[in-house]
């Protein structure tokens, strides 16, 4: 039996932070696996950023609503906004950004979809009713026994 909730929050980087930190501690009052909590973290953290970053750039009163739900074999975080939709309807390629130059001439940013997609086991988007629909997927570890 899968175990649910949900949170939503304003799309600002304060506004992130708390629900982030509120959709972990709730995954771990579930029993998210302690070994998986670190992937999941990081890759709700990029996922959440961008949102606020891009889809809310210029965008004062956004919402971004957060639904997990954790079975023994699955965890399913359900991301919705309203900003606008993904460019061709489709999730970023997220292909590794190039850090064989020097220090200097790296890339600031460019590692977040690469970094969603290493974490998580697969990943859904769609456009429904004028909102955004992000589906990231992870794999539980199997117990033993």
Not at 90 to 113: M, R, Y
Not at 120 to 134: F, K, P, V, W
Request: glycine content about 8%; some cysteine; aromatic content about 6%.
């Amino acid at each position: 039996m899968a175990e649910t909730f949900a949170c939503s929050f304003k799309a600002t980087e304060q506004g992130a932070r708390s629900c982030i930190s509120a959709v972990m501690q709730g995954l771990r009052d579930i029993d998210l696996p302690l070994d998986r909590a670190g992937d999941v973290q990081i890759a709700l953290a990029e996922a959440v950023n961008n949102i606020v970053e891009h889809a809310y750039f210029d965008i004062e009163d956004g919402e971004i609503s957060i639904q997990c739900d954790l079975s023994p074999e699955e965890l399913q975080i359900r991301i919705s906004d309203t900003g606008p939709p993904l460019p061709d309807g489709q999730l970023p390629v997220g292909l590794p950004a190039d850090i064989s130059g020097p220090l200097e001439t790296l890339p600031e940013g460019g590692f977040g979809w690469h970094l969603i997609r290493e974490l998580t086991c697969r990943l859904h988007y769609e456009r429904q009713a004028g909102s955004n629909q992000l589906s990231l997927f992870f794999d539980m570890p199997t117990k033993q026994t």
